[in-house]
Nanobody
Framework: QVQLVESGGGLVEPGGSLRLSCVAS????????MTWYRQAPGKEREMVATIGVTDATRYTDAVKDRFTISRDLDTGTAYLQMNNMKPEDTGVYYC?????????WGQGTQVTVSS
């Protein structure tokens, strides 16, 4: 079965950095894109960054030039490198994959940006 397991969240001060990881299993990782979403308190879940099978990437405007999505085909892991973080980046971050007509989600990892 498809499993997505995130890690790397935590508390960071404004201007700091974090790197999130998502270990994927149960599907052909190299044949599938990966997406990071986040959900802030009281807000809807939003797409943050996505990477396709050709490694083309796309970001929401709020994180462009600060966040970088990547993936390691050997380990089946997707990453989200977050730099120059801001308080509005606070939320639960989820990785997601669409496979066999179903969207799968990880359990989420909390990211808090605060001084």
């Amino acid at each position: 079965q498809v499993q997505l397991v995130e890690s790397g969240g935590g508390l960071v001060e404004p201007g700091g950095s974090l790197r999130l990881s998502c270990v994927a299993s149960g599907f052909t990782f190299r044949d599938n894109g990966m997406t990071w979403y986040r959900q802030a308190p009281g807000k809807e879940r939003e797409m943050v960054a996505t990477i396709g099978v050709t490694d083309a990437t796309r970001y929401t405007d709020a994180v462009k030039d600060r966040f970088t999505i990547s993936r390691d085909l050997d380990t089946g892991t997707a990453y989200l490198q977050m730099n120059n973080m801001k308080p509005e980046d606070t939320g639960v971050y989820y990785c997601s994959a669409f496979w066999s007509r179903t969207r799968y989600w990880g359990q989420g990892t909390q990211v808090t940006v605060s001084s």
